[in-house]
């Protein structure tokens, strides 16, 4: 058990629809980190908030947005839906701001996301 | 072309053998490399993780990269059933993780 909470665990919605995903980082990690995950494209990173705030930015769609909130943990809104993004959102987290090299990136289980 | 190619498998070796698993790469900035695994249904955790070239060794396995070749490998000895998973390679031209780019894995079976 890595410490970081996902939910929910499985997503199935329509087209148009949006979708919140939420996650818990564990406990003392001040980085929260959002990855899609698709057979064709791997992992990719999306978003990076630390302590609150957003630190980088990734392949993440303008229909995608995220948040950290004062209890660290993270949301990611996902709107007007499509077909292709179907896919395994992974939340991760970090002790570090992610700009020096120490840490450890540590994910939770994902949420499958599937849009008909 | 993507920045880094991993071939997806699936490679399926019997128990005890020796493993290889490898990531071709273009960016010539990368210098942090790092191996994660991915059971099924689960998230992927940090294996090994190295810095620029040589080779780095943690039990029974065994990362090596090759900055000249832009390659990078993991070797597993004494393969077990319960290293069953897909296998990840990333790699980052800095320490910043929001800038990890991960490969699409190689699915491994260990067959008793």
């Known amino acids: 058990d890595s410490g970081v909470t996902q939910t929910p665990k499985h997503l199935i919605t329509a087209t148009g629809q949006r979708v919140t995903l939420r996650c818990s980082p564990r406990s003392g990690d001040l980085s929260v980190y959002w990855y899609q995950q698709s057979l064709d494209q791997g992992l990719q990173f999306l978003i990076q908030?630390?302590?609150?705030?957003?630190?980088a930015k990734g392949n993440i769609l303008e229909r995608f947005s995220a948040q950290q909130f004062p209890d660290l943990h993270s949301e990611l809104n996902l709107s007007s839906l499509e077909l292709g993004d179907s896919a395994l959102y992974f939340c991760?987290?970090?002790?570090?701001?992610?700009?020096?090299?120490?840490?450890?990136?540590?994910f939770g289980e994902g949420s499958r996301l599937t849009v008909l | 072309q993507k920045e880094v190619e991993q071939d997806p498998g699936p490679l399926s070796v019997p128990e005890g053998a020796i493993v290889s698993l490898n990531c071709t790469y273009s960016n010539s900035a990368f210098q942090y490399f790092m191996w994660y695994r991915q059971y099924s249904r689960k998230g992927p955790e940090l294996l090994m993780y190295t810095y620029s070239s040589g080779n780095k060794e943690d039990g029974r396995f065994t990362a090596q990269v090759d900055k000249s070749s832009k390659y990078i490998s993991l070797f597993i000895r004494d393969s077990q059933p319960s290293d069953s998973a897909t296998y990840l390679c990333a790699m980052s031209d800095y320490g910043g993780y929001q800038k990890v780019t991960f490969g699409t894995g190689t699915k491994l079976q260990v067959i008793p």
């Open positions: 991760a987290s970090s002790v570090s701001s992610g700009r020096e090299d120490t840490g450890e990136l540590f």
């Open positions: 908030y630390y302590n609150g705030e957003e630190r």
